[in-house]
């Protein structure tokens, strides 16, 4: 396992991204699925939300259903230095791809998506993960140059 975003609860605070809205046959499907996955499996709490979608014409928030981190998961890492988390990032992986990859196309997503929000937490994480980079990948041109 790898580190993966996780939403921690916090009163007053704001998150940006994406919600998906099923519908009829979909949504008892979806539920079992996610409650197996992220509550049972994955050790995280469900909470509704407020949710503002970007589009001017919606009149009033909708609700949505979050699953909050819980140090309860044996798989919990909780809090660490950026330093840290780039670090436990290089070595992980699972099985829908490699931590990596997950870390980079969320920061990329987030530059796109919501250039409006300013995770400091996510780019600093990046910006630790690409400075790690160079050192475990060389080739025989960047052993010469040493």
Known sequence: ?????????????????????????????????????????GGYDTKLVKFYPQEKDAEEPLLALVYIATPQNPSYLGPASEEDIAAQIIVSSGCAGHNIEYLLRLADFMRFFCPQAEDKHLFSIEEALISILPCLYYTEESLEET
């Open 1 to 41: 396992p790898g580190r993966v975003v996780t939403l921690l609860e916090d009163c007053g605070a704001s998150t940006w991204g994406v919600a998906y809205e099923v519908r009829g046959e979909q949504i008892a499907a979806s539920l079992q699925y996610l409650n197996v996955r992220e509550a049972v499996l």
